[in-house]
């Protein structure tokens, strides 16, 4: 029986150009598939969605939704149906989602 490790994704640990630095390694997320928290996706969205591209985050948010910071500094990756901001100035995971009809923010 294999036993899965879970990582826990920092937000520092994402950088602008959407790399990963993780133990020593640099893993560009771009075209990979990334688990989107329960509590973030539609129940008819799948587990993992693939990150199709990366915006700078200041030309989609005045300000980080959590902390305030303004201008938004850093990158969003977006999937089919949410987006993930890594939000280095507060440490924080925002995650947000298209609810096909409006946006709702989160935090995971």
């Known amino acids: 029986m294999t036993e899965e490790k879970v990582l826990r994704i ?3 640990d994402v950088d ?3 790399v990963w630095h993780w133990d020593g390694k ?3 997320l771009l075209g990979r598939d990334i688990p989107i928290p ?3 996706r539609l129940e008819m969205d799948p587990e993992r969605q693939e990150v199709l591209m990366l915006v700078n985050a200041d030309g989609w948010l005045d300000m980080c939704p959590k902390c ?3 201008p938004a500094p850093g ?3 977006v999937t089919e149906f949410t987006k993930m901001y890594p939000a280095h100035c ?5 995650w947000m989602t298209d609810e096909r009809d409006n ?3 989160y935090e995971a």
Do not use: H, K
């Open 75 to 77: 990158v969003i990756l």
């Open 26 to 28: 640099e893993i560009p």
């Open 90 to 94: 507060c440490n924080s995971m925002i």
């Open 103 to 105: 946006n709702d923010i």
């Open 16 to 18: 602008t150009n959407g």
């Open 68 to 70: 305030g910071t303004a």
């Open 10 to 12: 920092q937000a520092t």
């Open 38 to 40: 329960e509590n973030v």
